[in-house]
């Protein structure tokens, strides 16, 4: 395969606001209070929602600023809720109930990795026993894990983000000191995001009483996530070769062998009514009784990054989610530039608060999410270890949300930029 083309490193966004001597905060945000562990998401977008990243996003029905020039929405899109925005500038173009809180299926995934995949070198290696895959839930989806036998956890990531399998993402939640321990670091981690309407009850998103998250919330947790160059490694592998049984050949000899694993993201391994959609870099999908199909996606092209959330398309058409992510990806791609935002997409809690500490980071990095995210150096998306192949755009961070001022003072630019690009991996 090709080696990845870089693209002209994009210099930081300056805000153009004058400030004065105090530094900038957060705009006052609120949330809805959080879900009872006892109840299940309503049948109707409730009236009133969270107005994170702005007051039209607490709004039920579509919200968009149709103006001259601009591309009309596409008429047949039937989720729930879906959000449309701009992964660099963290602006909202178009969204249509994307607070409403609704089961995540396997989209909650990204929360884990985003909690999780910092934790553990790839390299390390771990045994499985039987309490590992306990408590799996009926019909999950499995990538084939045996108890007795020794993966990676670079093996397990792509268990999780290749199949969506369950038995990899409770055998790395067990590493993590149990699965208990792991859903309460990600509703701390989602608290932290901001992510506000999201409360995970298990890691997996297996369906589970009061087990929420919203399309606005997915959306903060993906940028979050690609903000990390495994996260963005994995989330973009098209295919790999995962780990099998150990055997005995005809010489008595032990072998471990292997099986080929494909990404279950339509857009981006394609399928027979669905093809590869140009620029996909991942995220996640999902799909379980109580939530539907849901999806997020993130695409790159013409040197704009946007980030597409869809939750239960009404529409029961063969994958029906990933079609009506493709048109928001179009209208998305035709509209940016154009249409006014409806709203943002909200920085973590810590990098708000970095902006306000005078002299703090003097190195230029964000304040971030303090789990792992990278420095200075851009960093590039490598294909998977292992025969593992990646399609798709790579998403390097430069970590420099966090702008120098004048007098020692430091402003988070509240847009928090992508600014380095990989351009879509070539087939080989």
């Given at each position: 395969?090709?080696?990845?083309?870089?693209?002209?490193?994009?210099?930081?966004?300056?805000?153009?606001?004058?400030?004065?001597?105090?530094?900038?905060?957060?705009?006052?945000?609120?949330?809805?209070?959080?879900?009872?562990?006892?109840?299940?998401?309503?049948?109707?977008?409730?009236?009133?929602?969270?107005?994170?990243?702005?007051?039209?996003?607490?709004?039920?029905?579509?919200?968009?600023?149709?103006?001259?020039?601009?591309?009309?929405?596409?008429?047949?899109?039937?989720?729930?809720?879906?959000?449309?925005?701009?992964?660099?500038?963290?602006?909202?173009?178009?969204?249509?109930?994307?607070?409403?809180?609704?089961?995540?299926?396997?989209?909650?995934?990204?929360?884990?990795?985003?909690?999780?995949?910092?934790?553990?070198?790839?390299?390390?290696?771990?045994?499985?026993?039987?309490?590992?895959?306990?408590?799996?839930?009926?019909?999950?989806?499995?990538?084939?894990?045996?108890?007795?036998?020794?993966?990676?956890?670079?093996?397990?990531?792509?268990?999780?983000?290749?199949?969506?399998?369950?038995?990899?993402?409770?055998?790395?939640?067990?590493?993590?000191?149990?699965?208990?321990?792991?859903?309460?670091?990600m509703n701390e981690h989602?608290?932290?995001?901001?992510?506000?309407?999201?409360?995970?009850?298990?890691?997996?998103?297996?369906?589970?009483?009061?087990?929420?998250?919203?399309?606005?919330?997915?959306?903060?947790?993906?940028?979050?996530?690609?903000?990390?160059?495994?996260?963005?490694?994995?989330?973009?592998?098209?295919?790999?070769?995962?780990?099998?049984?150990?055997?005995?050949?005809?010489?008595?000899?032990?072998?471990?062998?292997?099986?080929?694993?494909?990404?279950?993201n339509r857009l981006l391994?394609?399928?027979?009514?669905?093809?590869?959609?140009?620029?996909?870099?991942?995220?996640?999908?999902?799909?379980?009784?109580?939530?539907?199909?849901?999806?997020?996606?993130?695409?790159?092209?013409?040197?704009?990054?946007?980030?597409?959330?869809?939750?239960?398309?009404?529409?029961?058409?063969?994958n029906e989610v990933y079609?009506?992510?493709?048109?928001?990806?179009?209208?998305?791609?035709?509209?940016?530039?154009?249409?006014?935002?409806?709203?943002?997409?909200?920085?973590?809690?810590?990098?708000?608060?970095?902006?306000?500490?005078?002299?703090?980071?003097?190195?230029?990095?964000?304040?971030?999410?303090?789990?792992?995210?990278?420095?200075?150096?851009?960093?590039?998306?490598?294909?998977?270890?292992?025969?593992?192949?990646?399609?798709?755009?790579?998403?390097?961070?430069?970590?420099?949300?966090?702008?120098?001022?004048?007098?020692?003072?430091?402003?988070?630019?509240?847009?928090?930029?992508?600014?380095?690009?990989?351009?879509?991996?070539?087939?080989?």
């Amino acid at each position: 395969m090709p080696a990845p083309k870089k693209t002209a490193r994009r210099s930081l966004l300056v805000t153009s606001a004058v400030l004065s001597s105090l530094a900038l905060t957060a705009p006052v945000s609120h949330a809805a209070p959080k879900p009872s562990p006892s109840t299940s998401p309503s049948a109707t977008p409730p009236a009133g929602m969270s107005t994170v990243g702005g007051e039209r996003l607490g709004r039920p029905g579509t919200q968009v600023n149709l103006a001259s020039g601009v591309p009309v929405l596409p008429k047949d899109v039937t989720a729930r809720s879906w959000i449309v925005a701009d992964a660099e500038s963290g602006e909202v173009l178009a969204a249509h109930n994307s607070h409403w809180r609704l089961a995540p299926a396997s989209t909650m995934k990204m929360l884990f990795a985003d909690t999780v995949l910092p934790k553990f070198p790839k390299t390390m290696k771990h045994k499985v026993v039987p309490s590992d895959l306990a408590d799996i839930g009926s019909g999950s989806s499995m990538v084939g894990i045996k108890e007795g036998e020794t993966y990676s956890v670079h093996d397990l990531w792509l268990g999780v983000f290749l199949r969506s399998g369950n038995d990899a993402v409770h055998v790395l939640s067990k590493m993590n000191g149990g699965i208990e321990n792991t859903v309460k670091e990600m509703n701390e981690h989602a608290e932290e995001l901001q992510a506000l309407d999201t409360h995970a009850v298990s890691p997996d998103g297996y369906d589970a009483p009061g087990q929420v998250s919203s399309a606005y919330d997915l959306t903060l947790i993906a940028r979050s996530g690609l903000q990390k160059k495994d996260f963005r490694e994995y989330c973009s592998t098209v295919t790999a070769k995962f780990p099998g049984e150990t055997t005995k050949n005809k010489k008595g000899k032990s072998v471990r062998g292997s099986f080929e694993i494909q990404n279950t993201n339509r857009l981006l391994a394609g399928d027979s009514d669905v093809p590869v959609y140009q620029g996909i870099a991942g995220v996640k999908n999902g799909n379980t009784t109580n939530a539907g199909a849901t999806f997020t996606g993130v695409a790159e092209r013409d040197g704009k990054v946007l980030l597409v959330t869809v939750m239960n398309p009404e529409k029961s058409e063969h994958n029906e989610v990933y079609k009506e992510t493709a048109r928001l990806f179009d209208w998305g791609f035709k509209a940016a530039g154009k249409v006014q935002p409806v709203g943002e997409l909200v920085p973590p809690k810590s990098a708000v608060q970095a902006s306000a500490q005078p002299g703090a980071n003097d190195s230029g990095e964000a304040g971030g999410t303090g789990d792992g995210k990278e420095t200075s150096k851009s960093a590039v998306g490598a294909s998977a270890a292992g025969g593992s192949s990646g399609i798709g755009v790579a998403l390097g961070i430069t970590g420099g949300v966090v702008v120098l001022l004048a007098a020692g003072a430091f402003l988070i630019n509240r847009r928090w930029p992508l600014p380095d690009l990989v351009r879509r991996r070539g087939r080989s």
